[in-house]
């Protein structure tokens, strides 16, 4: 006597770990212009930002990283020819950490240099503004 055929048991596969994500998920999908993007959960925050970013003229080309770059750079003035870390992150709104980070790519471009606890400007951020100058009409 053979023994009945079974079908064989169902093979089980485990599962990937889950990884731990900060940012939403969003399913990908095609679209067509018509078709409005998905919007990921807590998208009123993002929404927020948005109408902040739209009010203040930016939009989503704007490369906030760079704006900030150049405040650091606008920080110093006739007024403030050397600053330290702690007052150049109070006039930009940036924090300490922050400011320490442009301030010492500054320095490594060679656009500013450090004397003790106080940061300078270099001659070089002259460069920044000769190419328009030198596109002027005489």
């Avoid at 006597?1 to 969003?26: G, L, T």
């Avoid at 930002?49 to 110093?76: D, M, N, P, T, Y």
């Avoid at 006039?91 to 010492?104: F, P, V």
């Avoid at 500054?106 to 000769?130: C, I, N, T, W």
């Amino acid at each position: 006597m053979s023994p009945p055929d079974r079908p064989a048991p169902p093979r089980r596969v485990k599962a990937p770990p889950r990884r731990a994500s900060a940012a939403p998920q969003v399913a990908l999908a095609r679209r067509t212009p018509d078709t409005p993007p998905a919007v990921p959960a807590g998208a009123d925050a993002a929404e927020d930002r948005a109408s902040r970013e739209e009010a203040a003229g930016q939009g989503r080309h704007f490369i906030g990283a760079f704006a900030k770059g150049l405040a650091v750079i606008r920080a110093f003035g006739e007024d403030a020819s050397a600053l330290t870390l702690s007052q150049v992150a109070e006039r930009t709104g940036l924090t300490r950490a922050g400011a320490r980070r442009y301030l010492l790519t500054l320095q490594d471009l060679g656009y500013a240099s450090q004397d003790g606890r106080h940061f300078v400007l270099s001659p070089k951020v002259l460069s920044l503004g000769y190419a328009y100058l030198s596109s002027m009409p005489l």
